[in-house]
């Protein structure tokens, strides 16, 4: 990120996990950027995070965490996130299921697929499946999809909701809080697994999505999981890539705990609201 105060100067925003599967990326980015001028490293305010670790994901692979039931199995995953897709793609696959995603998904496989890096599987890959919901008509027209849409839901690895409910031990459905009204078409029965691979609620708006999400479960019968993995790093790691990059100046942002990092360095800034620092 460029200074405006000195256009010849730089610093980098970092936001991170260095525990997921991209770790080897993270230290390229932090060795190639070691003589910046400063870095800015958000917590999300705070010092240290419980994360999934390997052992979840050893048990979400072995199939010991929701996947023993002859059930469609949902997840909500946000398709920004390479890590998590490919983390539900590959626990699919190694349960004997294939990923159901959203039409409008696979406009993200499309374009991450492209990075071979990054591992995610493309649209029409044999393990993925897109799920063709009903729109504007209320049934399956031709009509009702458009642009690319219409080019998804066409192809043949789209598969209805009957479709997919007809044979529920094959598929692990990645649909999201705004898709659960599908479950009035797909039908899941009593003791279907409900995989919440995201945060728990921490402000009111979240509270009453979460009571909304927990009424549908409630009236199909579902389990809920609760398994997630923090996007952020844990507070060791932070300390650790603060020591390793040993930048001129720290600005610790967005943290309740900004004096922690006297632990590994002693030039640091703490910053004050509406005070104007200069990056040099």
């Known amino acids: 990120?460029?200074?405006?105060?000195?256009?010849?100067?730089?610093y980098i925003d970092i936001s991170f996990t260095v525990c997921?599967?991209?770790?080897?990326?993270?230290?390229?980015?932090?060795?190639?950027?070691?003589?910046?001028?400063?870095v800015r490293i958000d917590p999300d305010g705070e010092i240290s995070f419980d994360t999934l670790g390997e052992s979840?994901?050893?048990?979400?692979r072995k199939g010991e965490i929701g996947f023993n039931s002859p059930h469609v199995n949902g997840?909500?995953?946000?398709?920004?996130?390479?890590?998590?897709?490919?983390?539900?793609?590959?626990?699919?696959?190694?349960?004997?299921?294939?990923l159901v995603v959203k039409l409008k998904d696979c406009y993200y496989l499309k374009h991450l697929s492209n990075d071979p890096q990054l591992g995610v599987p493309n649209f029409d890959d044999e393990n993925i499946i897109i799920y063709k919901a009903k729109q504007y008509s209320g049934t399956y027209s031709d009509g009702d999809y458009y642009g690319?849409?219409?080019?998804?839901?066409?192809?043949p690895n789209a598969k209805t909701a009957s479709e997919i409910s007809a044979k529920p031990e094959k598929y692990l459905c990645a649909?999201?809080?705004f898709q659960f009204t599908s479950l009035i078409d797909m039908k899941p029965k009593k003791g279907t697994?409900?995989?919440?691979?995201?945060?728990?609620?921490y402000n009111e708006e979240q509270v009453l999505n979460q009571d909304r999400v927990n009424n549908w479960l409630e009236h199909f019968g579902m389990k809920k999981y609760q398994i997630h993995c923090s996007g952020h790093a844990k507070g060791e790691d932070l300390l650790q890539v603060v020591k390793d990059i040993d930048?001129?100046?720290?600005?610790?942002?967005?943290?309740?705990?900004?004096?922690?990092?006297?632990?590994?360095?002693?030039k640091m800034t703490i910053v004050e609201e509406g005070k104007t620092y200069k990056l040099s």
Do not use: C, W
């Not at 990120?1 to 730089?10: A, E, I």
């Not at 770790?23 to 932090?30: A, F, Q, T």
């Open 20 to 38: 997921g599967a991209s770790n080897d990326e993270l230290r390229k980015l932090l060795d190639e950027n070691n003589q910046e001028a400063a």
């Open 56 to 60: 979840k994901r050893r048990r979400l």
């Open 175 to 177: 649909l999201g809080y």
């Open 148 to 155: 690319e849409d219409a080019t998804f839901a066409s192809l």
């Open 247 to 266: 930048a001129k100046m720290l600005y610790p942002i967005h943290t309740e705990h900004p004096t922690e990092y006297v632990k590994v360095t002693r």
């Open 75 to 98: 997840v909500p995953i946000t398709f920004k996130e390479g890590d998590r897709i490919r983390t539900f793609y590959n626990v699919a696959k190694e349960n004997g299921r294939k």
């Open 1 to 10: 990120m460029d200074d405006p105060l000195n256009p010849k100067k730089s």
């Open 193 to 201: 697994a409900y995989i919440h691979s995201a945060s728990e609620p």
